[in-house]
Each structure stands twice: as structure tokens, then as C-alpha cells.
């Protein structure tokens, strides 16, 4: 198969492109309230939230929106997410050479896939990924922020951070290349302690202090690796939007998700 389609269209996302456009298009265009937030520097690496747009969309834009400006720099972006389904040891690669969502076709990064498959921390599998939402969430923002790129699109499972900090550090290298790690935050607390362990989850991120569990954020591997190498590599890290589903006109406050978005960038 050469096509992943898309898996979640019309679940976490809307299946009609001219709703997808306009909706993508009213989150990401900045309004009097964010226009002055717009990063300068060079941004490297976005943490965006996961679920569906009706709780996390607007949380996910108000980091994609900065990349708009810097769109024509950026030609390769790494996908990072923890895989939801399948239990394995490494990370995951696909074998497909495109992703596809209801705008249309993404390449997949050949080149990078077959540097990482000869590592003994990497499976080549299309069944992984193929229900997997955590990376497909994020294609309609990518695809409506930047202009042409190469995807590589990396599910976690049993891994270290710090494997997958050595995996991917050669790969993220250059401005042309945008890491992308897609994370929620905690699961299925009343929304005062959802708040609480939110709160300390992000005081952590912002100290990059690599020790996040799955229990703070369900993409902690990937937000560790991250943070392990923007600490290395002297990035800066700003906060965008933290809620949770509480917040949202779609959730209850009985049992919310916490949702956060960042970006990374070069420091001034």
C-alpha cells in the first residue's frame, strides 16, 4: 500500500474539506487578542494536544498559527506521538510512501525512513500506524500552515527518551526541519485536579525537566525526547493555550482531558 488514508476524518476531525478549510483557516488566522504573540525567532519544534478539534482544535492552532510566517523555511517536519493501539518495543515507521487527509497527500520522508529501519530500535509497520490518531490529527494543521514538505511520522511505544533523542538529533538538524510532538495532557480527573497536576506537568516542561510519566501526558516519551534536546541545544520554550475539555462547550467537568500547546524556538 502506497496511501495511508485517513483513519479519523469525520470522528476527530471533519471529513468535508471546504468545513476543514474554513475551520482551520477562522483558528489559525491571528486576531487582535494573538497577533502581537507571533514568534520572531526560528521555531523548531512544536507540543500540540490530540483529540478532536471540538475540545483540543483551537488549544493546537495557537501554536500552529506562528508557523505561517515562517512557512517557506520549513520543508521537512517530524511527527512524533505515542501509538494508542498496539504495545511494542521502539518506534514505529511506516512503509507507505504517502499520508493522506481530506486536503489531500502528504509525502513521507524515504529518505530518513530508510536511514532509521536499519536500527534495531525501529519496526517497520503500516498496521500500527494505520488507526493510529495521534500523528493524523496534526496533517490538516500542517498541511494548512506550511507549503510543500516531507513527512516522517515516528509512533512511540516501550522507548526510552533518550533512545529517541539519538534517533532523531541527526534528522533534526537545519532550519528547514520543524519537530513536531503530539501530546495530550492528564486523563479523567475532576477538573480542579485535572488543573492541578496540568499546572505542575507544564511547570516541568518549562524547566525542561525530562521526567514526565504517561500519567501527566500521554505523549511523554516524545515530550521528554524533546526536551531533552531543546535544553541541549539552548531553545527557548513559550507557552500558547493550556485547558482542559472542562473548558470546552463539548466537555463535562466530571472527567476532563488537559490539553496544552508550545512552541520552540531559537533564542534571541
Known amino acids: 500500500m502506497n496511501v495511508r488514508p485517513p483513519a479519523v476524518a469525520g470522528q476527530f476531525y471533519s471529513h468535508s474539506p471546504d468545513y476543514l478549510v474554513s475551520q482551520l483557516n477562522r483558528w489559525l488566522t491571528p486576531d487582535e487578542r494573538n497577533s502581537a504573540t ?12 490530540h483529540a478532536g478539534y471540538i475540545y483540543s482544535g483551537e488549544v493546537a492552532a495557537g501554536a500552529y498559527r506562528c508557523l505561517r510566517a515562517q512557512a517557506d523555511r ?17 518506534c514505529a515507521l511506516p512503509s507507505t510512501r504517502f499520508f493522506s487527509t481530506p486536503l489531500g497527500q502528504i509525502p513521507i520522508d524515504i529518505q530518513s525512513v530508510d536511514k ?9 509497520s503500516d498496521q500500527v500506524h494505520a488507526q493510529e490518531h495521534s500523528l493524523e490529527v496534526q496533517l490538516p494543521f500542517l498541511q ?23 534517533l532523531i538529533d541527526p534528522l533534526w538538524q537545519g532550519d528547514d526541519c520543524l519537530l513536531v510532538v ?4 492528564s486523563h ?29 501526558a500521554c505523549g511523554s516519551t516524545g515530550i521528554n525526547t524533546l526536551l531533552l534536546l531543546a535544553k ?12 482542559n475539555s472542562g473548558d470546552t462547550d463539548a466537555g463535562d467537568k466530571e472527567r476532563v482531558v488537559g490539553y496544552v500547546s508550545y512552541i520552540v524556538s531559537e533564542p534571541q
Open 38 to 49: 507571533l514568534e520572531q525567532q526560528p521555531i523548531r519544534a512544536l507540543i500540540v494536544p
Open 116 to 124: 532509521l529501519r536499519q536500527i534495531d530500535d525501529i519496526e517497520v
Open 144 to 166: 494548512s500552515c506550511l507549503h510543500d514538505f516531507t513527512l516522517l511520522p515516528l509512533l512511540t511505544s516501550n522507548v526510552s527518551p533518550a533512545k529517541v533523542a539519538r
Open 182 to 185: 503530539s501530546s495530550d495532557l
Open 232 to 243: 541541549q541545544r539552548g531553545y527557548q520554550l513559550k507557552r500558547q493555550i493550556m485547558i
Open 74 to 90: 520549513i520543508r521537512r517536519v517530524i511527527l512524533i506521538g505515542p501509538s494508542h493501539r498496539y504495545y511494542f518495543e521502539g
Open 188 to 216: 479523567f480527573h475532576t477538573y480542579s485536579a485535572a488543573q492541578r497536576i496540568d499546572k505542575h506537568t507544564c511547570a516541568l516542561i518549562e524547566q525542561f525537566e525530562p521526567t514526565l510519566s504517561p500519567e501527566q
